[in-house]
Nanobody, 129 residues
Framework: QVQLVESGGGLVQAGGSLRLSCAVSRRTFSSYAMGWFRQAPGKEREFVAAISWSGGSTFVADSVKGRFTISRDNAKNTVYLQMYSLKPEDTAVYYC??????????????????????WGQGTQVTVSS
């Protein structure tokens, strides 16, 4: 069983920063590609950022490019989403997701929520104007 626990959400003013963390309860964390998604009230779940198993490949959505970065620390079984210059439209519940991958796909990231097998419970991010 793989468990993902997000933390770091909260209330911040526009222009502020937050760092989200997602701890994965699995010793083979490095075998998982990871992603961050978000869902605002009344909207569908939206891709935010993804990172490969190796950590060498990352991708972020156009809506957050230049403001958000994704990273991982395989020694700590944790993936991070650093968010700068937050905007009110970034307000949402943020979810991390994990997908087990074979070694030959260590450099691959995934963009669709359907490509992930495990999800955290989410952490609320609220950006006030």
């Amino acid at each position: 069983q793989v468990q993902l626990v997000e933390s770091g959400g909260g209330l911040v003013q526009a222009g502020g920063s937050l760092r989200l963390s997602c701890a994965v309860s699995r010793r083979t964390f490095s075998s998982y590609a990871m992603g961050w998604f978000r869902q605002a009230p009344g909207k569908e779940r939206e891709f935010v950022a993804a990172i490969s198993w190796s950590g060498g490949s990352t991708f972020v959505a156009d809506s957050v490019k230049g403001r958000f970065t994704i990273s991982r620390d395989n020694a700590k079984n944790t993936v991070y989403l650093q968010m700068y210059s937050l905007k009110p439209e970034d307000t949402a519940v943020y979810y991390c997701a994990a997908r087990p991958v074979y070694p030959e796909y260590s450099g691959t990231y995934y963009l669709s929520p359907n490509e992930y097998n495990y999800w955290g419970q989410g952490t609320q991010v609220t950006v006030s104007s």
